[in-house]
């Protein structure tokens, strides 16, 4: 009975030979990726002057700094109209920054979409344009802004758009192209025009979309548009970093707190919009 068992086992292992083979002769080549990784990424350590002993020494330093920042000190009056100045700059720079960027995307994502252009050159330097602008870092564009029209917030609403302009463009082609052609198909049968296509078939399907994209972005954007200002563009990035450089650490946590509280009643907002709206309960 047991030779038999044997036998068994011998013939199954002779007819699927590949299964029994050795873990690394079966996946020699995953792990040869996996060793050339950690090869890379060991190198990149030693390049990069990544030290153990070095991130223990800044963790010890982080809580001093943590230390520093607790309790959060609002400071004067005068200076809590300075920081709800700053905030309102911030929210109105992301405001402007992500409508000026989603309507200017708005048409060109049809430009960019592979069924609502027909000419290929058009949609490649459509979508090349989107890589270009999207590629270049927020801070860029504010430093680049902040050259052409002078510091403040106008800049910052520039190199919001600037850099959404390419992400919208992006998200609102990529909607265009996934949308059901069966309505567009039922209004041109009906004799209508391409024209009329899109507007009834295609953009009532993909505006819930699109509104759920805005919304995200508005509340990135409030989280961004608290950097730039660090540059020069604007908001309560300025505000920080001269919190910082003069060691006024209760202030910049009373500073951080109220950034925090503002997105997340941005977030709690937009999620309700978003219910009301496109009828999806957000998570």
Request: proline letters at 3%.
């Amino acid at each position: 009975m047991s030779g038999g068992v044997g036998t068994d086992a011998s013939a199954v292992r002779a007819r699927h030979a590949a299964v029994f083979r050795p873990y690394y002769r079966q996946h020699g080549r995953a792990l040869a990726v996996l060793l050339l990784a950690v090869a890379l990424w060991l190198y990149g350590a030693s390049a990069m002057e990544v030290s153990g002993a070095r991130l223990l020494n800044g963790i010890g330093e982080l809580g001093r700094i943590v230390g520093l920042m607790l309790p959060p000190d609002p400071g004067s009056v005068a200076a809590v109209l300075v920081f709800a100045k700053a905030l309102a700059e911030t929210l109105a720079i992301a405001l402007l920054g992500t409508l000026g960027a989603a309507v200017i995307a708005f048409p060109l994502g049809f430009l960019a979409a592979r069924n609502t252009t027909v000419s290929l050159i058009l949609r490649f330097f459509a979508r090349r344009s989107f890589d270009t602008l999207r590629g270049v870092d927020i801070l860029i564009w504010a430093l680049v802004w902040i050259n052409v029209v002078g510091l403040g917030p106008f800049a910052g609403v520039l190199a919001l758009i600037s850099s959404d302009v390419g992400s919208f463009g992006k998200l609102f082609s990529e909607a265009i192209e996934a949308a059901d052609q069966k309505a567009v198909e039922g209004v041109l049968s009906t004799g209508g025009s391409r024209s009329a296509a899109l507007r009834f078939g295609i953009v009532p399907q993909l505006l819930p979309v699109w509104l759920s994209q805005v919304l995200y972005f508005f509340e990135s954007n409030t989280r961004s548009a608290s950097i730039i200002g660090i540059v020069g563009a604007g908001g309560v990035g300025l505000v920080l970093s001269e919190q910082i450089r003069t060691l006024e650490f209760g202030q910049m946590s009373f500073m951080i707190g109220l950034i925090w509280l503002t997105v997340s009643l941005i977030d709690l907002a937009c999620s309700r919009l978003r219910f009301a709206v496109i009828g999806t309960r957000a998570l």
